[in-house]
């Protein structure tokens, strides 16, 4: 079992105190017995006065027809007196039960107890008994087993260690022993207080056993041990009155603030600096009864938190100090057993003169400018100018970035010198926003400046008015599943243009509104099939096959502006429907007709072809 704290409760107490309280002795003639008795003096005693108190023997009670000072010649005490000298002062006393053969059996008790005190100290003794049975000799024994506490001893002293993590292990051992004769040893138990202590005995049901276990104690204080055998003629009793004292470490400091060699630095000509204080105690067995600071000798006034209360301990504080130099802060504590290394934190204060931040600013292009360029045009070039300056050392270091990304400036003047400008070009062939950023350093200080500006992009003018011809023009519904010729002209004040760059773009809409993927189909020199189209004449000519069944399309016609197709301009659009629907109507046979003018304009449509590219090597031979 562990125990907690002391049977002491720590208050003053008048009273004497015995230890064992009450003593069985027991036997044949001739019955010789001695045992230690532990009497301890009230601790309201002053300290440094020296008493000789006797002690004093009563008796209680005695067989019939034995007198008093036969009864009292069975007993004595050595010391005969206590010579105290102080407060909680234990002396050990032998008592000694002497009955020769021949002398009465019987029952005894007698009760011990001290005498001649001055009623100022107010003592209180209700002294210790001792109860003797004597049996004649030879006789068969009808008394309990006489037991002894062999271990722990009476007062003995043991140290606990809680920094080992474990609690302390005090043995217990007891012998128990039946006259001849007498009943057999039927049980064996200890005690702490009425807390019972676990025992394993060994012998019971004969005249001879004995007991043991194990107490654990995880506290100091003062413990006492009671011990009982029994057999069919009652229960006997001992006991032990032992003292668990600790031996612990000091606790241990933390600084959390301020960290070693720090350094506190201000202005010249501020207020000063505050140094933050912070640092924490902890023991490992017994409350933190004190923790200080100094600061270069000096006590500092600190906010304390957890002292004579807790096992961890903090303290704090805010040190304000405006004169530049060394300093040292030193944190101490204690416990009750001992003070903790004290731990020196060094730190120091200094003042600076303030840097001198310089000054950068950007002239063009001005912050939330739009430029405008033409889709396809060459690169847009934009101009950028900067300067800076500083009032204190030079403009060291100039960085300049675009979006995040480094830029080497065309020009860049007067670095090293008090004052810089620099500026260069950048060049856009696309739409976007861009931010600019200046950066400069004069050795102990930077500055930026950032301007914001936008490149939009417009399309360049086309001439090129589309018309949509027959069939698609007459927005005819057709089967799904036929071929649908889509035509139209491109022209520019009443004369066809002929671009082969113009794309033919054909979605499909569907029943909810959204749209599939392009298919882009791009001018060919084959016929008028997919996957491109062709320029008849003076016309341009694409069949496209629809699905079958009910279906709505999108045409789109765009003219690209540059080689890659990044830009784009709509020049017209057409939608188409579908129907279910077996055979062909008259529209279909009509579109059919079409269908075959197509095929003779596509033969045409290739003759213009060579003719235009006969021309073209003509011209470029011009």
């Known amino acids: ?52 108190i006797p002690l004093n023997i009563t008796v209680l009670s005695k067989p019939a027809g034995v007198t008093d000072a036969a009864a009292l010649s069975y007993i004595s005490v050595s010391p005969s007196a206590l010579s105290i000298t102080g407060p909680n002062q234990g002396i ?37 008994t001792v109860n003797v049975r004597v049996n004649p000799a030879g006789s068969t024994d009808t008394t309990p087993p006489a037991v002894t506490l062999q271990s722990p001893g009476n007062n003995s002293t043991y140290t606990y260690y809680p920094a080992a993590g474990t609690p302390l292990s005090v043995p217990i051992s007891l012998v128990a022993t039946v006259g001849t004769g007498g009943q057999p040893i039927s049980a064996m138990r200890a005690f702490l207080g009425s807390a019972e ?20 104690i995880s506290a100091a204080g003062s413990y006492r041990i009671d011990v009982q055998a029994t057999n069919n003629y009652g229960t006997s009793y001992a006991s032990a009155d032992i003292t668990v004292i600790v031996s612990a470490p000091p606790p241990t400091i933390i600084v959390a603030s301020p960290a070693a060699n720090a350094v506190f630095t201000y ?23 004190s923790a200080a600071a100094t600061l270069n000798g000096g006590p500092v006034t600190l906010s304390l938190s957890g002292v004579n209360s807790a096992l961890t301990a903090t303290g704090s504080a805010s040190l304000s100090i405006s004169t530049p130099g060394s300093y040292t802060l030193v944190f101490t504590a204690t416990n009750a057993f001992g003070p903790a290394t004290p731990v020196t934190v060094p730190f120091s ?69 008090a004052n810089v400008t620099g500026g260069g070009v950048l060049s856009f062939s696309a739409a976007g926003t861009h931010v600019l950023t200046v950066t400069v350093t004069n050795g102990s200080a930077s500055a930026s400046a950032t301007t914001t500006f936008t490149v939009n992009q417009t399309l360049p003018q086309v001439c090129q008015n589309l018309t949509w011809l027959p069939p698609i023009s007459l927005n005819k519904t057709i089967e799904g599943g036929s071929t649908m010729p889509i035509k139209f002209r491109l022209d520019c004040g009443g004369n066809f243009v002929r671009d082969p760059s113009t794309l033919i773009a054909i979605y499909e809409i569907y ?60 020049l017209g659009s057409k939608e188409l429907l579908t129907k279910n629907g077996q ?40």
């Open 583 to 622: 055979g062909k109507d008259r529209d279909d046979d009509h579109d059919s007709c079409d269908d075959e003018d197509d095929d003779h304009d596509g033969h045409d449509g290739h003759h213009d072809d060579h003719k235009d590219k006969d021309k073209d090597k003509d011209k470029g031979k011009g």
């Open 349 to 417: 204060v200094q003042a600076y003169s303030p840097p001198v931040t310089p000054t950068v600013s950007i002239s063009a292009p001005a912050n939330g400018a739009v430029i405008t360029r033409v889709a396809g045009a060459p690169a847009t070039a934009v101009n950028y100018a900067f300067g800076a300056t500083t009032a204190s050392g030079t403009i060291q270091t100039v960085s300049v970035t675009l979006n995040g990304v480094a830029i080497t400036p065309a020009t860049l003047s007067g670095l090293n010198t």
């Open 511 to 570: 029943a909810n509104g959204t749209m599939s993927n392009p298919v882009i189909y791009p001018y060919g020199t084959g016929s008028a099939n997919p996957p491109d189209y062709a320029i008849h004449g003076n016309h341009y000519h694409l069949n496209f096959k629809t699905a079958k069944g009910v279906h709505r399309y999108r045409i789109e016609v765009y003219h690209p502006f540059t080689a890659d197709g990044s830009a784009l301009q709509l």
């Open 197 to 216: 202590i676990p025992v394993t005995a060994v012998g019971l049901g004969t005249l001879s056993a004995t007991a043991s276990g194990t107490l654990a």
């Open 1 to 52: 079992m562990v125990v907690g704290l002391s049977h002491a409760s720590g208050l003053p107490s008048r009273n004497v105190r015995y230890s064992p309280v009450t003593k069985v002795v027991q036997g044949n003639q001739p019955l010789l017995e001695s045992y230690s008795l532990l009497i301890t003096a009230p601790s309201t005693l002053t300290p440094g006065v020296a008493l000789s």
């Open 92 to 128: 050990s006393v032998t008592v000694t039960v002497d009955v020769p053969t021949g002398g009465s059996a019987g029952d005894y008790a007698y009760l011990i107890k001290t005498s001649g005190w001055s009623p100022a100290l107010t003592v209180v003794d209700d002294g210790a």
């Open 267 to 289: 202005p010249v000509g501020g207020s000063g600096v505050t140094v933050p204080v912070s640092f924490t105690a902890t023991s490992a067995y017994g409350n933190i009864t």
